[in-house]
């Protein structure tokens, strides 16, 4: 079993709409958690990275929130555009050898 | 752009073939990693250097090679591979290993083994 476990699994959403991607983590003791996005055939980018001590952090229309009490965190997207369809991998790593676990990934397609 | 490049894009290889991925970085980062990413299935971690130095080796068949003759170059050097190891192999860098740095991923080079 994945100690990062992501959902939903795929989504399809309208152009303009919101949504919200969940991550839910068992990795302990935590270190960071980090959100990427990944077009198809490319490498992950950077969209947030988080601390034990940090709630909330944005990034133009994606604001990812952390809850380290119930190892929950969630990526929101507002106001979608045709450019968000990727797969979104949260990454969490641990203070143990510093290793990190990566989430399956949401799919993402923002149709017009 | 995120600093990080790998050289070939796409590969094709037959299974007695023997080839090297390239990665190069000019972000001054000191650590460097090399991961498979298989359809469908999450990031795997294959090796990560500290300094040039190999720190980790998750476990990965000895025809993968790894190579880094400096902090800013990596190199992974493929003999004898099989069909199941196509994949997208991606290269990354970040400042050190240290628990809080964040990691710069290059575009990946789409292997394909035949």
């Known amino acids: 079993k994945n100690q990062v476990e992501q959902s939903p699994q795929s989504l399809i959403i309208l152009e303009g709409k919101n949504c919200t991607l969940q991550c839910n983590y068992t990795v302990s003791p935590f270190s960071n958690l980090r959100w990427y996005k990944q077009d198809t055939g490319r490498g992950p980018v950077s969209l947030t990275i988080m601390t034990f001590s940090e709630n909330t952090k944005s990034n133009g229309r994606y604001t990812a929130t952390l809850d380290a009490d119930t190892k929950q965190s969630s990526l929101h997207i507002t106001a979608s555009q045709l450019s968000d369809s990727a797969s979104y991998i949260c990454v969490v790593k641990g203070t143990n050898a510093g290793k990190s676990t990566f989430g399956d990934g949401t799919t993402l397609t923002v149709k017009p | 752009e995120t600093g990080v490049t790998q050289t070939p894009r796409h590969l094709v290889m037959g299974m007695t073939n023997k080839k090297s991925l390239k990665c190069e970085q000019h972000?001054?980062?000191?650590?460097m990693y090399w991961y498979k990413q298989s359809a469908k299935k999450p990031l795997e971690l294959m090796f990560v250097?500290?300094?040039?130095?190999?720190?980790e080796n998750n476990s990965v068949p000895s025809r993968f090679s790894p190579e880094c003759p400096n902090s800013s170059h990596l190199f992974l050097h493929l003999h004898t591979l099989q069909p199941e190891d196509s994949a997208l192999y991606l290269c990354?860098?970040?400042?050190?290993?240290?628990?809080?740095?964040?990691?710069?991923f290059g575009q990946g080079t789409r292997l394909t083994v035949v």
């Open positions: 250097y500290n300094f040039k130095e190999q720190t």
């Open positions: 990354a860098s970040s400042q050190d290993e240290g628990r809080n740095t964040e990691a710069f």
């Open positions: 972000l001054g980062h000191n650590a």
